[in-house]
């Protein structure tokens, strides 16, 4: 079984990657923790069973299209028999919810703890996607729901966006959620990854990102771009948004596709489109049709959803009917829609949404 770095280097041999001094510096860490979650258990006490050594794990922090990601990746794909698991930080906290919420309706009091022995009992490895707290409910029991991990063994690598101190930043009862910060220093090694590539951006420097009009050629063209930025390996992420459930259909390192079916044919409203826009930094949108009187209300939610991307610096790459312009020509609301093709021809950018 070879290393990370051995990994990594045999990548850029391939010319699957190239190198990059940033992800180089923090390959000693992921071999670490490799070289520990293979280790053979260890018996401690002649009638005691063997039990394996608690290795601790990583909070990798830094900018978006870095490739934390892609390192964890790494990491995970190199331990095939170590039971484990790689999941985006937000739904891994909505299925401790759900769970949490079936405990409460079984009659237990504390439903965090069977949750969190039952997630400890099932890994050794929790592999966490973009870690970031911004929800009150979330930031409440996170500190004991990562107590009962660390206590269990398990080992817990997170990318984020954020340096340790600025998760839940400004929220809520914010002084209630510093014990976790402590936690994750204690219990994480914490490192930065600084570097002046943003390799997901780059990707789509100097390429189309608005397609039209709609046909075999211009979905062969999303498909491409789909699988350059996430080697076409997705799964759904479900958001779950007062009490309401989003449903991006494929989801991947930061980056969503959805039809224009999917995302604005359903009766989402302001609040969705947010949390939609808070999930992810590029989204991938499939067949925007014309719009009319006709499909007046469809319309509506497009430009709130556009809106919020563009607030939120999100990545928008489509496929329409028609150019900007062109989309919305009769019917309540032309006028209004000026702006929403205005910000889509700003949004296809070459430099839209770095930071």
């Keep these: 079984m070879t290393d990370i770095s051995n990994q990594y280097q045999a990548k850029i041999a391939a010319g699957e990657l190239r190198p990059d001094p940033a992800q180089e510096a923090v390959l000693p860490h992921f071999d670490r923790i490799a070289s520990g979650l293979r280790a053979e258990p260890v018996k401690r006490g002649f009638f005691r069973k063997a039990v394996h050594e608690p290795v601790s794990g990583l909070y990798l922090w830094g900018g978006v299209g870095r490739g934390k990601s892609m390192l964890m990746d790494l990491l995970v794909d ?41 997630v400890a009992k099932s890994v050794r490895l929790l592999a966490f996607d973009e870690m970031q707290i911004t929800d009150i409910t979330d930031a409440m029991i996170v500190g004991r729901l990562f107590e009962a991990l660390f206590e269990a063994g398990v080992t817990v690598v997170t990318t984020s966006n954020r340096v340790p101190d600025d998760l839940y930043k400004d929220g809520l009862n914010r002084q209630l959620f510093l014990p976790f910060i402590a936690l994750i220093k204690e219990k994480l090694d914490v490192w930065e990854m600084v570097s002046p590539t943003d390799y997901r951006q780059d ?10 009009p709609l046909g075999p050629e211009t979905r062969a063209e999303m498909n491409g771009i789909w699988t350059d930025l996430t080697g076409g390996a997705a799964s759904p992420l479900t958001l779950t948004v007062k009490g309401r459930e989003v449903t991006l259909p494929a989801f991947r390192n930061g980056v969503a596709r959805a039809s224009f079916f999917d995302l604005c044919g359903t009766m989402l409203g302001p609040g969705d489109y947010l949390a939609v826009a808070e999930a992810v930094k590029v989204l991938v949108l499939d067949d925007i049709p014309a719009l009319s009187r006709s499909n007046f209300n ?14 939120a610096k999100v990545r928008l790459i489509c496929s329409a009917s028609a150019e900007p312009e062109y989309l919305y020509l009769e019917g309540e609301g ?22």
Excluded: C
């Design 203 to 212: 990707r789509l420097t100097g390429s189309r990102v608005y397609f039209t």
């Design 334 to 355: 032309v006028f209004e829609f000026e702006r929403t093709a205005s910000r889509l021809r700003e949004m296809q950018d070459k430099d839209w949404g770095r930071e």
């Design 298 to 311: 469809e319309a509506k939610r497009f430009v709130t959803l556009i809106d919020a991307l563009y607030e």
């Design 78 to 118: 190199s331990l095939p028999d170590v039971p484990s698991r790689r999941v985006h930080f937000h739904a891994f906290m909505q299925e401790i919810h759900a769970q949490m919420h079936e405990a409460r309706q079984n009659g237990v009091e504390d439903a965090l703890a069977p949750v969190a022995a039952e």
